[in-house]
C-alpha cells in the first residue's frame, strides 16, 4: 500500500472545503497563474471547470477540494467520475500555491480526493501529463504518491511531446451500486487530515 501521508507538514493545520464558490473562479485563475507552469489556454480550461460546477452542480461530473490557510486558499484539487465507466476516476487538476509548495500539500490534497473517490466506489484513478522535461516534477510528485505509468502516447501533444497517462490503483472493491454520484456536501469544511 503506497503511503500517503502528511509529508513534513504534519503542524500545519488546513481547512478543507469541497463547497465551490463563485469566487473560486479568480482564485483558481490566481493558483493556476502563481504556478507559472500552464499555458493561458490551459489555465482558461482551469477555470471553465469551475464555472461548469457553479453552473452545473455536481452534475457537471467535476468535483473540488480547497485547502485554506489562514482564510486564504493555497492549492486546490478536481477530479470526477469517467463516464461510462465503472469505478474510473480522473484526476483533473492539482495546485499548490508555489509558497506552500514541497511541504506535503499535493499529497494530502491527493490523498484527500483518494479518499473521496474510494468513498464514492472508486478502484481507479487515472491523471494524464506530458513527457516532457517541465513536467517532470509532475511526474516526479505522480510517482512519489504512488501512481504508475500505465499508458504513453507518442507524439500526443505534438511531435516529439508524448501523453503520459498515470494510474493508481485503490484498494478497495466496487459494487456498481456504488457507483452513483459522489456524496455532495456543500457548505461542508472540515479542519485538519
Ligand atoms: C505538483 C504539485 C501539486 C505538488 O505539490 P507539493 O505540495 O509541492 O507536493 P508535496 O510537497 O506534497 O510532495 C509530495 C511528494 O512529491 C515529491 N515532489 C513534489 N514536488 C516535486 C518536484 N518538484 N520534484 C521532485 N519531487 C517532487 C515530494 O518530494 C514528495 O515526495 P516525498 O514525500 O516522498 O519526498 C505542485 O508542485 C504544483 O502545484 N505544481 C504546479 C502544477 C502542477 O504541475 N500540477 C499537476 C498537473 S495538473
Not at 70 to 92: A, E, K
Not at 94 to 107: A, N, S
Amino acid at each position: 500500500m503506497t503511503h500517503c501521508g502528511d509529508g513534513g507538514n504534519l503542524a500545519t493545520s488546513y481547512l478543507w472545503r469541497e463547497e465551490v464558490r463563485p469566487e473560486d473562479v479568480e482564485v483558481v485563475w490566481k493558483l493556476v497563474t502563481a504556478t507559472g507552469f500552464f499555458s493561458d489556454q490551459e489555465r482558461d480550461v482551469a477555470v471553465e471547470l469551475v464555472e461548469e460546477y457553479l453552473r452545473r452542480g455536481p452534475a457537471s461530473g467535476y468535483r473540488f477540494l480547497f485547502a485554506e490557510l489562514d482564510g486564504r486558499p493555497v492549492g486546490y484539487v478536481c477530479y470526477g467520475p469517467i463516464p461510462c465507466t465503472v469505478g474510473s476516476f480522473d484526476l483533473y487538476w492539482i495546485v499548490v500555491d508555489p509558497r506552500q509548495q514541497r511541504r506535503g500539500l499535493g499529497r494530502r490534497l491527493l490523498e484527500h480526493a483518494e479518499q473521496r473517490i474510494k468513498r464514492a466506489g472508486g478502484r481507479h484513478v487515472y491523471v494524464e501529463t506530458s513527457g516532457r522535461a517541465q513536467y517532470a516534477p509532475t511526474r516526479a510528485f505522480y510517482e512519489r504518491c504512488g501512481y504508475s505509468v500505465a499508458a504513453a502516447l507518442a507524439d500526443f501533444y505534438y511531435p516529439g511531446d508524448p501523453k503520459i497517462v498515470y494510474r493508481k490503483v485503490l484498494s478497495q472493491g466496487v459494487s456498481c451500486s456504488d457507483v452513483a454520484a459522489l456524496p455532495e456536501h456543500p457548505g461542508t469544511a472540515t479542519r485538519g487530515l
